[in-house]
């Protein structure tokens, strides 16, 4: 009930582009709970000033109360651990945070806010990462970047100088923070690609994005770091990790944005095996990260037609959410074989938690890919079901 009476008290103005942001009350007392407060705010007015954060809920059962306003709202172990941090470290800003600011009990709310995310997150002034709590020396992965950035200036030399080695507890650091469950979830690859500013936040350490992504993805890729076993160390500790593919990814979708524009298509399957509570949200996550093509490919391709978008809404289910996409990609059904086809096919009903074997499904690949196509194609989109 206070949570109802939280979000009446603090409703969002219909026909208005409006969200909600918290901070921390500066009156209560650290270590003795997290009070906050909330307001409304008019998202295209030009004083909306804010931090968006970029984590991962946890575990739903493990919860804590926090007080926002005077009204009791459970929230996320892992979300009142960031609060605390920030608690302690006596932060001021407005954060926009989904869980606070969204009310999750509301599909039409839901819906309309989850269709403005990709522009909560492009307009904020910076966006933070949570990966939790660090019980690590909190100076352990500045002081390997540190170390990266001199490896890397040492290369462009030639190999002319002299470098420190990664300790052993600096290489366990890197793969703890690298291996989080957080870069596994859908919903970051958007609050990431689309930031402004970003760094990264675990307890008390703080790093800049940039230094972060594009110091180890040159480390990686560097012929120097490749013939020294102590450097290959790093690469050989990251190379499989979540972050770096998460990194990759990022440059892979800048490319495209830049050159033939980023699909739908592109997005399910560079992103397919990346996890959501709810299915419908690792279609939704990646909305926003659909892109026209560059001007020049367009010239180049005077025929080519802009795909009607997808909008997220709540009040579809997995089902109708796969037949709404269909219609809009096929309204006359597909008339040739294609990579794309393959995806909407297999990858996008495994992507919504269908099953192959369900009748409505299987009917709704008959009816919009056409009947007669080779064993094999029907092979490969079995496949998909089965990867994903």
Same mark, same amino acid.
């Given at each position: 009930?206070?949570?109802? &009476?939280?979000?009446?008290?603090?409703?969002?103005?219909?026909?208005?582009?409006? *969200?909600?942001?918290?901070?921390?009350?500066?009156?209560?007392?650290?270590?003795?709970?997290?009070?906050?407060?909330?307001?409304?705010?008019?998202?295209?007015?030009?004083?909306?000033?804010?931090?968006?954060?970029?984590?991962?809920?946890?575990?739903?059962?493990?919860?804590?109360?926090?007080?926002?306003?005077?009204?009791?709202?459970?929230?996320?172990?892992?979300?009142?651990? @960031?609060?605390?941090?920030?608690?302690?470290?006596?932060?001021?800003?407005? @954060?926009?945070?989904?869980?606070?600011?969204?009310?999750?009990?509301?599909?039409?709310?839901?819906?309309?806010?989850?269709?403005?995310?990709? =522009?909560?997150?492009?307009?904020?002034?910076?966006?933070?990462?949570?990966?939790?709590?660090?019980?690590?020396?909190?100076?352990?992965?500045?002081?390997?970047?540190?170390?990266?950035?001199?490896?890397?200036?040492?290369?462009?030399?030639?190999? =002319?100088?002299?470098?420190?080695?990664?300790?052993?507890?600096?290489?366990? &650091?890197?793969?703890?923070?690298?291996?989080?469950?957080?870069?596994?979830?859908?919903?970051?690859?958007?609050?990431?690609?689309?930031?402004?500013?970003?760094?990264?936040a675990c307890g008390s350490m703080h790093i800049e994005?940039?230094?972060?992504?594009?110091?180890?993805?040159?480390?990686?890729?560097?012929? @120097?770091?490749?013939?020294?076993?102590?450097?290959?160390?790093?690469?050989?500790?990251?190379?499989d990790s979540p972050a770096m593919q998460s990194i990759?990814?990022?440059?892979?979708?800048?490319?495209?944005?830049?050159?033939?524009?980023?699909?739908?298509?592109?997005?399910?399957?560079?992103?397919?095996?990346?996890?959501?509570?709810?299915?419908?949200?690792?279609?939704?996550?990646?909305?926003?990260?659909?892109?026209?093509? &560059?001007?020049?490919?367009?010239?180049?391709?005077?025929?080519?037609?802009?795909?009607?978008?997808?909008?997220?809404?709540?009040?579809?289910?997995?089902?109708?959410?796969?037949?709404? *996409?269909?219609?809009?990609?096929?309204?006359?059904?597909? =008339?040739?074989?294609?990579?794309?086809? =393959?995806?909407?096919?297999?990858?996008?009903?495994?992507?919504?938690?269908?099953?192959?074997?369900?009748?409505?499904?299987?009917?709704?690949?008959?009816?919009?890919?056409?009947?007669?196509?080779?064993?094999?194609?029907?092979?490969?989109?079995?496949?998909? @079901?089965?990867?994903?």
């Amino acid at each position: 009930m206070a949570l109802v &009476a939280l979000y009446n008290t603090f409703q969002l103005p219909q026909g208005k582009r409006s *969200i909600r942001v918290v901070r921390l009350n500066d009156q209560s007392p650290i270590g003795l709970g997290v009070e906050l407060e909330l307001r409304v705010v008019d998202f295209d007015a030009a004083s909306v000033d804010y931090t968006a954060l970029s984590y991962m809920w946890g575990d739903p059962t493990q919860t804590a109360c926090v007080l926002i306003d005077n009204y009791p709202v459970e929230i996320t172990q892992n979300l009142c651990a @960031f609060l605390s941090e920030m608690q302690w470290q006596h932060r001021r800003e407005w @954060f926009w945070i989904d869980a606070l600011c969204i009310n999750q009990t509301d599909n039409q709310e839901k819906s309309h806010q989850v269709q403005m995310m990709g =522009e909560i997150y492009q307009r904020a002034s910076k966006v933070m990462i949570w990966l939790g709590i660090w019980d690590w020396d909190p100076q352990l992965i500045p002081r390997l970047l540190d170390k990266v950035a001199k490896v890397l200036r040492l290369s462009d030399n030639n190999g =002319e100088g002299k470098y420190s080695m990664y300790t052993v507890a600096e290489l366990d &650091a890197i793969r703890d923070l690298c291996y989080r469950p957080y870069w596994q979830r859908v919903w970051t690859v958007q609050e990431r690609v689309l930031a402004p500013k970003l760094s990264i936040a675990c307890g008390s350490m703080h790093i800049e994005w940039a230094s972060f992504s594009s110091n180890l993805a040159r480390h990686m890729g560097d012929i @120097f770091t490749q013939d020294t076993e102590d450097l290959k160390a790093l690469n050989i500790a990251l190379q499989d990790s979540p972050a770096m593919q998460s990194i990759n990814k990022h440059t892979s979708w800048e490319n495209k944005r830049d050159n033939e524009g980023v699909t739908i298509e592109n997005l399910l399957f560079q992103y397919r095996l990346l996890q959501a509570t709810d299915p419908r949200d690792r279609i939704y996550a990646l909305l926003a990260l659909v892109t026209p093509p &560059a001007k020049w490919w367009l010239d180049a391709n005077p025929n080519y037609k802009e795909p009607t978008p997808i909008l997220a809404d709540y009040s579809k289910t997995a089902t109708e959410l796969y037949k709404y *996409i269909l219609t809009l990609k096929y309204p006359q059904g597909a =008339e040739t074989k294609s990579i794309d086809a =393959e995806i909407v096919a297999g990858i996008l009903p495994a992507t919504l938690g269908l099953s192959r074997d369900d009748t409505e499904v299987e009917e709704t690949i008959k009816r919009y890919f056409p009947n007669g196509w080779d064993p094999s194609w029907n092979r490969r989109i079995a496949a998909c @079901f089965s990867e994903v």
